[in-house]
């Protein structure tokens, strides 16, 4: 989004166009080293100008810069490159707290100028934008320590320049001077006026010439303040608050820069009549509404007498009831001293039953520790037991498996000897009957030859 001065710029050209006869000058001053430069001048270099006092008795302390170069400006894109122009060409320089510090202050002015040829008037108008450079401690900013190795980054336009401490320390002096005696023109501009006659000191730095007519002049003053919220900046965060508060008091009576040619006509005469007129009517209706007011403020303030006695009243109560409440504070600190000497007790046998705790504690990992040796040590015996089990059970197993296969041998031996005696027999009974039959006929041959002999 866009920023104060592109919008307040825009503004007044867009107010302007309503016009039928206008102008717009803008100007880009620095105040550097307390020496004011032009930094719309044409050309490289710098260019100095010198600040004038103009005396006016209608109004206060008035100083103008007759030299310093103002450009025409149509638009608002003109206006805020002029702008840009100047901030490249700004004082700038490198410390431990910003990288690109302003060390300088900047003001940058846009007068208006509005003219009615038919009544011969002119109406006049200044804009200010001050950027003023922050206050700073040397031992924070350490400007005073620090060696740019390039030189001052002055911008473009401008050639840069080898900083030493001592350029340095003025730098930081003379902005923090132009700052005090700021503070100063505030400061007597919103003392009391009754102890007596103070002069306002504008003429001791270039800053409060230039800002005179914004401080005390006719005008009407904005001021933004910018601080830090770290705890560390609170004391600089704590001065700028209080500048801004004192400035706040600053009251400033803005009149209207008119200027006419020729006496009024007749017609212009009927016409402020009418206004003024108009303006006496607004006063009397305000009037009366002041006196409503007043009459409400009397109303208001019976109300406020009766809300105070009874503000008194409820005090009263209030301090009663505080004095039975601190009795009950002292009874609850008795209670409370005595629950500390009990909670005092406790813990000093805590202690002890920790003492003991721990006694017990180291005995017990003693045993522990025995245990998880025996443990150690029955698992070692174990795994040996498991090895020569294992071994056992390997050397059954090879046994087992040797006695099987001589079963196995066994039990064909022993199948053969039971066909071979089954084959015996087979041939035994074969033999018997072939000894049977040779019987048979031994017998009858015995018989046939006894009976051939009996014969």
Not at 6 to 19: D, H, Y
Not at 296 to 317: F, G, I, N, Y
Not at 381 to 388: C, D, G, M, S
């Amino acid at each position: 989004s866009r920023g104060i001065a592109p919008r307040a710029i825009a503004f007044i050209f867009e107010t302007l166009q309503q016009c039928s006869c206008w102008s717009v000058e803008v100007s880009v001053l620095e105040i550097y080293n307390e020496r004011v430069r032009d930094l719309l001048a044409p050309g490289p270099g710098v260019c100095h100008v010198d600040v004038h006092e103009v005396r006016n008795e209608n109004q206060g302390a008035s100083f103008r810069c007759p030299d310093a170069t103002r450009r025409q400006a149509t638009s608002p894109e003109e206006a805020l490159a002029a702008l840009t122009e100047g901030m490249k060409r700004r004082e700038t320089a490198r410390t431990d707290m910003n990288h690109n510090s302003s060390r300088s202050h900047l003001i940058f002015t846009l007068a208006t100028c509005q003219r009615d040829a038919e009544i011969g008037a002119t109406l006049r108008g200044r804009l200010h934008f001050a950027d003023l450079a922050g206050s700073e401690r040397l031992k924070r900013s350490m400007s005073s320590d620090f060696h740019s190795p390039r030189g001052s980054s002055s911008g473009p336009g401008r050639s840069a320049t080898q900083r030493s401490p001592r350029d340095q320390r003025r730098e930081a002096g003379e902005i923090n001077k132009s700052l005090s005696q700021l503070a100063m023109v505030i400061q007597r501009l919103t003392s009391d006026k009754s102890a007596g006659l103070q002069l306002v000191p504008y003429r001791d730095s270039m800053l409060t010439r230039l800002l005179a007519e914004s401080f005390g002049g006719s005008s009407k003053t904005c001021l933004i303040i910018t601080c830090s919220a770290q705890l560390l900046d609170r004391e600089e965060t704590r001065c700028s608050l209080e500048f801004g508060k004192r400035a706040k008091l600053v009251r400033n009576k803005a009149e209207i820069n008119l200027e006419v040619a020729h006496e009024p006509s007749a017609i212009m005469e009927a016409f402020f009549n009418k206004k003024v007129e108009d303006l006496q009517r607004e006063h009397e209706a305000v009037m009366m509404e002041r006196e409503l007011i007043l009459a409400d403020r009397a109303h208001l303030q019976k109300r406020l007498h009766h809300m105070e006695d009874k503000l008194s009243e409820a005090v009263s109560d209030v301090l009663s009831q505080q004095s039975a409440r601190h009795q009950e504070v002292v009874q609850l600190e008795d209670k409370m001293a005595a629950l500390e000497r009990k909670w005092v007790t406790a813990v000093a046998a805590s202690v002890d039953a920790q003492e003991a705790s721990a006694a017990e504690a180291a005995r017990l990992q003693a045993e522990r520790q025995t245990l998880h040796d025996q443990l150690t040590e029955g698992a070692a015996t174990a795994e040996a037991l498991r090895n020569e089990i294992a071994e056992e059970v390997r050397r059954r197993q090879d046994l087992e498996t040797s006695l099987r296969a001589q079963l196995v041998e066994r039990q064909k031996l022993i199948d053969t000897a039971v066909r071979q005696a089954g084959e015996l027999r087979t041939q035994i009974a074969e033999l018997g009957k072939e000894k049977a039959a040779d019987l048979a006929r031994f017998e009858g041959e015995s018989a046939a030859m006894r009976a051939s002999w009996l014969e």
